[in-house]
């Protein structure tokens, strides 16, 4: 059976323990691909939503959800009138002592757990006949990287049978790609065991260091490196910057399984 197109009231049950909104394209019965977006640290699921509207990715659902905490008071910028609207999605707010910054690998359990088993299992793959290789993962800053650990755990966990021509051989679950702008892989989300083969998700890492790229290397076998003219680490500003996200996407939304 084919997959359903999912509506609003297969989430509704998720409003409360991951917020999110939807875009759908125009015609709804056009969704072919799947697309979960998850914001930087102190934002909010609503600029993302509005970038996910903006470049209006053909036949993909874009699923734009909150981050699973509040930024503590101490931590919202200037800017934040009411101290509403400024989320993360860490398990704690740590500070690397070394450098006095908030640690890039706070621990993303919670955050993890939502999203593959509530939202994607659930709700995707249960109620609506969708699988992980139809879902595309985009991230910016901490949302990168929560974007690429569950990349990453997904490909260390379940493993499913594929029998081709008559021998069997196991192929760890993978998901439509993963695009992270500054959010490097969290260790905490990488699998110990030792012999594991890479995960065959696809990434495009954007803005990241060297050594950034090196751990993201050792984990995925197929790795794509943009780094724009500027270095601070931003959502892309012009039609340069936009391109290359465009091109990684157009390439994974006609993927299929590769």
């Known amino acids: 059976m084919p997959p359903r197109i999912p ?23 056009a969704t072919t691909s799947i697309m979960i977006l998850f914001h930087g640290l102190g934002d909010s699921e ?59 690998d706070p621990g993303f359990e919670k955050a993890s757990e939502l999203v593959m088993n509530r939202l994607v299992k659930k709700v995707l793959i249960e109620a609506c006949g969708w699988e992980w290789t139809d879902v595309l993962l985009f991230g910016f800053g ?17 493993r499913v049978t594929d029998i081709t021509g008559g021998a069997e051989r196991e192929s760890a679950r993978r998901c439509k790609g993963v695009l992270s702008i500054g959010g490097p892989l969290p260790q905490s989300m990488v699998s110990t065991v030792s012999g594991r083969q890479k995960s065959s998700t696809s990434v495009l890492v954007c803005q990241f260091e060297p050594e950034q790229v090196e751990a993201a290397k050792r984990e995925f076998a197929d790795v794509r490196v943009v780094n724009w003219k500027r270095r601070d680490v931003a959502m892309p ?13 157009a390439d994974r939304l006609n993927s299929g399984w590769s």
């Open 7 to 29: 509506t609003e009231a297969d989430f509704s049950d998720l409003s409360k323990t991951l917020p999110h909104t939807l875009h759908f394209p125009s015609p709804r019965e």
């Open 46 to 104: 609503g600029p993302f939503h509005n970038f996910a509207r903006s470049i209006s990715l053909p036949g993909v659902l874009a699923i734009s959800v909150r981050g699973t905490s509040p930024l503590p008071p101490s931590l919202l910028p200037e800017s934040a009138v009411d101290g509403k609207g400024h989320f993360h999605w860490g398990d704690d707010i740590n500070m690397n002592p070394a450098t006095g910054e908030l640690d890039d």
């Open 142 to 158: 901490q949302g990168g990287s929560l974007a690429l650990g569950i990349a990453a755990r997904l490909a260390a966990g379940e």
């Open 237 to 249: 500003r012009d039609r340069e910057e936009v391109l290359p996200l465009m091109r990684f996407f």
